[in-house]
């Protein structure tokens, strides 16, 4: 599933994006997710707001394997 913009609007935000992945992983409809922030910080703090989700910010690639270590990791932020 893609929760990215379809365009640049400047009026997005990343809630807009994040809080439907973090659903869907919530609810199930995904096992696990991957979000892009310039930082991670923020977009970790909206997803970690969704009950039954865990997000985690990282800088590393190989740190993308955590999530299926320690499932209570569900979401993945990098930083692109």
Request: aromatic share 6%; hydrophobic share 45%.
């Amino acid at each position: 599933m893609d929760f990215g913009a379809k365009e640049l609007s400047p009026g997005d935000d990343y809630p807009d994006f994040v809080i439907p992945l973090a659903k869907a992983v919530a609810e199930h409809k995904l096992d696990r997710g991957i979000a892009l922030c310039s930082s991670g910080v923020g977009a970790s703090i909206a997803a970690n707001k969704v009950s039954g989700v865990r997000a985690a910010s990282t800088e590393k690639a190989v740190m993308g394997i955590l999530p299926v270590y320690y499932p209570d990791r569900l979401i993945l932020i990098n930083e692109p």
